[in-house]
């Protein structure tokens, strides 16, 4: 299997503009989560899903993000307007089971920066 | 609110020189402590789960422990591939089934 895929791996974007990030989980895997990474505060996790369905975005920043997931193997992390905040690395996980101690695979991320 | 702290949050070591990396948690009821390997460029990497005060994981020269408010990553003669960021995360019964709470890392540079 050739792991979690994210694309782009690096995105430049000016201030006000959107942004797509995609990922492509693990096959078979039912849980999808989309995590923001910064030097400040580390990784934090903004949404996942189960089985294609959003079960807790609480950690979404602001309206100005949203994550879909159209089908089992792709989902989109989108942020519209951009804003130099946003500047981090963002990564897809995927994992095959619920509950404590199940492994998250990570993707490689996409790092944005915002100008 | 869960916290998990990391320290130190670099070090430097000799190849073969072994020590220990630090995390402290405060979380309402821990169901489980995770670490985590990432390289520069790279998403984590899983390494271990502990569960309960007590328990001990062995992997290649990694050992991680667990004590009600720390958790040790020994690093027992590391070599330079052993250099990596590590990411001590936890799950608590409020952060729900499936959220990491993680701290911000340790970065490791052993040199040969």
């Known amino acids: 299997d050739a792991g979690v895929i994210q694309s782009p791996r690096h995105e430049v974007t000016e201030m006000g503009q959107e942004v797509t990030l995609r990922c492509k989980p693990i096959s078979g895997h039912d849980y999808l989560f989309w995590y923001r990474q910064t030097m400040m505060r580390g990784l934090e996790l903004l949404i996942y899903?189960?089985?294609?369905?959003?079960?807790?975005d609480s950690g979404m920043p602001e309206d100005r993000f949203s994550a879909k997931m159209p089908n089992a193997s792709f989902s989109t992390l989108k942020i519209q307007p951009s804003e130099p905040r946003d500047s981090a690395v963002y990564f897809c996980?995927?994992?095959?089971?619920?509950?404590?101690?199940?492994?998250?695979?990570f993707g490689p991320g996409t790092r944005l920066t915002v100008l | 609110e869960d916290q998990v702290t990391q320290s130190p949050e670099a070090l430097r070591l000799q190849e073969g020189e072994s020590s220990s990396l630090n995390c402290s948690y405060t979380?309402?009821?821990?169901?489980?402590l995770f670490w985590y390997r990432q390289d520069p460029g790279k998403g984590p990497e899983f390494l271990f789960t502990l569960y309960s005060a007590g328990e001990e994981k062995e992997k290649e020269r990694l050992k991680a422990t667990l004590t009600k408010k720390e958790s040790f990553l020994h690093i027992t003669a590391p070599k330079p591939e052993d250099s990596a960021t590590y990411l001590c995360?936890?799950?608590?019964?409020?952060?729900?089934?499936?959220?990491?709470?993680f701290g911000t890392g340790t970065r490791l540079t052993v040199i040969p």
């Open positions: 979380v309402s009821g821990l169901r489980g």
């Open positions: 996980a995927s994992s095959p089971l619920a509950g404590v101690g199940n492994e998250q695979f």
């Open positions: 995360a936890v799950q608590g019964e409020e952060t729900g089934a499936n959220n990491l709470f």
């Open positions: 899903f189960n089985n294609n369905v959003p079960i807790d």
